[in-house]
């Protein structure tokens, strides 16, 4: 990092840039959680299925995200590629329990329960629920993250 750069950080004038990657399954709401982070003049009206991945950025008061969101059918290899990656890094993971508006939902404990979550040692992780459609439960999830991520060292 430059001079200049490391200047503009310390006034505050550039944030620090960190990268997300949003794994889920199809038609879980990822497209729409990431669109509803952005500031309203950016949102889009109308949501269409990602084809392969799709690369969003939105800011928080401190960070700048860019956020590389994989369809779930390309997942598996991904997911493969990238769990080889991160596996001994100590990354934080923000679980959605999202469509919590949803009749038979159930509760973001009991998904928890039901996905292991507990065993993972070894990275910092959380669970929020959510309903993107309204906007609920996001902020709660990214300002852990946003926490999680000023106190990595990079
Ligand atoms: N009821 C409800 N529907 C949602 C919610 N989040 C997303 N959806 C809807 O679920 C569908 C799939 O959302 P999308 O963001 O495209 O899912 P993706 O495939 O994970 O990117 C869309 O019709 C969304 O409007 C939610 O919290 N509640
Ligand atoms: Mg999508």
New binding site residues.
């Given amino acids: 990092m430059g001079l200049f750069d490391k200047l503009a950080g310390w006034l505050g004038l550039k944030k620090k840039e960190v990268h997300v990657l949003c794994l889920?399954l199809?038609?879980?709401?990822?497209?729409?959680i990431i669109n509803k982070l952005k500031p309203s003049n950016a949102q889009t009206q109308d949501?269409v299925?990602?084809i392969g991945f799709s690369i969003e950025k939105f800011k928080t008061s401190s960070l700048s995200f860019t956020v590389l969101?994989c369809q779930a059918k390309a997942d598996t290899e991904t997911s493969g590629n990238i769990t080889t990656n991160i596996k001994h890094r100590r990354l934080p993971i923000l679980f959605f329990a999202?469509?919590?508006?949803?009749r038979d939902a159930i509760s973001s404990v009991k998904v928890s329960q039901l996905l292991s979550l507990e065993n993972i040692k070894d990275k910092p992780w959380h669970i929020c629920a959510?309903?993107?459609?309204k906007g609920e439960g996001l902020q709660e999830g990214v300002d852990w993250l946003q926490d999680q991520m000023q106190a990595m060292k990079t």
């Avoid at 999202?98 to 949803?102: A, C, E, F, G, W």
């Avoid at 959510?130 to 459609?133: C, I, P, Y």
């Fill in positions: 889920g199809d038609n879980s709401g990822k497209t729409t949501i299925p990602t969101i999202n469509k919590m508006d949803l959510s309903d993107a459609l």
